[in-house]
């Protein structure tokens, strides 16, 4: 069983940042890429950002220079920088690991951080 553990959630002022982080882990997993996604009360579930372990980014096109996602693969963590916050981007944001384990693709999701943007 892969275990994704997201930490950095919580409360910001308009206008501020939050640094999240993600570290998937498990013997014998792969990992090819990770990403945050957020959902918001009644919204559809919406990618922030995604990066595979080789350095290939994508970002939703709210995201508009805002956020940056990076990456150590020494320790499988995934980092994402979120600036300027406004209010619209309070969700609960999730983190994403996709990967191999003995061969087979698999990913999981992590359960969840709450990113609330007070004004």
């Known amino acids: 069983q892969v275990r994704v553990v997201e930490s950095g959630g919580g409360l910001a002022q308009l206008g501020g940042s939050l640094r999240l982080s993600c570290t998937a882990s498990a013997s014998r997993f792969r990992l090819y890429a990770m990403g945050w996604y957020r959902q918001a009360p009644g919204e559809e579930r919406e990618l922030v950002a995604r990066?595979?372990?080789?350095?290939?980014?994508n970002y939703g096109d709210f995201v508009r220079g805002r956020f940056a996602i990076s990456r150590d693969n020494a320790d499988d963590t995934v980092y994402l920088q979120m600036n300027n916050l406004k209010p619209e981007d309070a969700a609960v944001y999730s983190c994403h690991a996709e990967g191999t384990i003995g061969g087979a693709i698999v990913d999981y999701w992590g359960q969840g951080t709450q990113v609330t943007v007070s004004s």
């Open positions: 990066i595979t372990m080789s350095g290939l980014t």
